[in-house]
């Protein structure tokens, strides 16, 4: 299962967020942690997206393993944001290994990743799907089981869905559908993140002017805080609230 985090705060160097921390997201891509038993390396592409001045993210995603990636270190070291949400993905058996599949999922100012799978994938989600326009079926990112999970998120945000709204509702309607599925989702305008841990680890460390959520701590500071399984977190540069999901 992949790892992915994200960063709101003063401008940092994408460099001292994904390369240097002990554990950093690089790192976690060929050395985890705390997988709980759902895969061993992430290997199967990444994807950065970032924040520059006022416009839409920017991303940067690939197909291979972002330890082997050669043009990101320079990139990364040249590039400050002030939000980034990254992932690295090991991709579920039977599920093509493309970058349009990599994470982060991208619509206007929104950026979106997931760690985990959906159980009984694809017939478990048919009746999810069926509700969906057509044209967003045609157009799907991947024939994955995140792409279908940012569609369903996204139908919610066109709609004008509060953000945390629209990740615990797709959270439980697929739990619903698909019970036993991990559905650590990520969501950010680069304003507010919005995460849920389901089935997977998350932790969150925040500063006084800074939130960093991973799905496992980037290094063995103190201030890291784990969230307890099906809870929601929202958290802005400034303030994070954590709240329990249907179910928990
Ligand atoms: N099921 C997702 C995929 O194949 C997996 C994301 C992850 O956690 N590995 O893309």
């Known amino acids: ?9 003063p401008p940092v160097s ?3 967020l994904l390369y240097d921390p002990p554990y950093s997201l690089v790192r976690q891509s060929w050395a985890p942690r705390n997988m709980r038993g759902g895969g061993t390396v992430n290997a199967d592409g990444f994807g950065v997206g970032w924040y520059a001045g006022d416009g839409d993210p920017v991303r940067y995603r690939r197909a291979a393993p972002i330890w082997g990636d050669v043009t990101l270190p320079a990139l990364a070291a040249a590039t400050l944001a002030g939000a980034v949400l990254a992932a690295v993905r090991s991709a579920t058996v039977g599920m093509p290994v493309q970058e349009s599949a990599a994470a982060p999922f991208a619509e ?29 079926l045609l157009t799907l990112d991947a024939p994955t089981d995140s792409a279908l999970l940012w569609a369903l998120v996204r139908h919610r945000l066109r709609a004008d869905a509060d953000p945390a709204e629209a990740v615990a509702e797709t959270v439980a309607e697929v739990s ?9 989702l990520l969501l950010t305008d680069g304003r507010t993140v919005v995460a849920s841990a389901v089935g997977h680890a998350l932790s969150v460390r925040a500063t006084p002017d800074a939130v960093l959520l991973a799905s496992e701590p980037v ?16 958290a802005t540069s400034t303030s994070v609230r954590v709240r329990a999901l249907a179910g928990a």
Request: hydrophobic share 40%; with cysteine; net charge positive.
């Open 108 to 136: 206007g100012r929104w950026l979106f990743s997931h760690n985990g799978v959906v159980r009984g994938w694809p017939d478990s989600v048919v009746p999810l799907a069926d509700r969906l326009p057509v044209r967003d």
């Open 14 to 16: 994408l460099r001292g």
């Open 219 to 234: 290094d063995d500071d103190p201030g890291w805080r784990s969230v307890p399984d099906r809870h929601l977190v929202v």
């Open 176 to 184: 619903e559908a698909a019970p036993g599925s991990r559905l650590n």
């Open 1 to 9: 299962m992949c790892r992915h985090l994200a960063y709101l705060g």
